[in-house]
């Protein structure tokens, strides 16, 4: 089994900046894709960014210029530093992996447990 972990949520300042984190752990072979995704109460979880094991990124017109992905892939880990944090930024966040449990294997999709992200006016 693989496990997502993420780590680094809580309550900023509009204007601050958070630095979320995400462990996978487990029967790994290889990770593909690795994202961030947010859900808002009443609305659909929506991608926030992602990053390809290359380290190539996409980011979500509302976030960009001010988060950025990356990963670590000897860690298995995927970061997102949030700067200028806006009130509209508060959601569940989740991270999100393609992983490969062995060299025969497609690519299954794993989710966190999600972390709360609050940013006051």
């Known amino acids: 089994q693989v496990q997502l972990v993420e780590s680094g949520g809580g309550l900023a300042q509009a204007g601050g900046s958070l630095r979320l984190s995400c462990a996978a752990s487990g029967s790994i072979f290889w990770i593909n894709d690795m994202g961030w995704y947010r859900r808002t109460p009443g609305k659909q979880r929506d991608m926030v960014a992602s990053i390809t094991r290359g380290g190539s990124t996409n980011y979500a017109d509302p976030v960009k210029g001010r988060f950025t992905i990356s990963r670590d892939n000897a860690k298995n880990t995927v970061y997102l530093e949030m700067n200028s944090l806006k009130p509209e930024d508060t959601a569940v966040y989740y991270c999100?992996?393609?992983?490969?449990?062995?060299?025969?294997?497609?690519?299954?999709?794993?989710w966190g447990q999600g972390t709360q992200v609050t940013v006051s006016s």
């Open positions: 999100e992996a393609m992983v490969r449990v062995r060299f025969s294997t497609a690519p299954t999709e794993y």
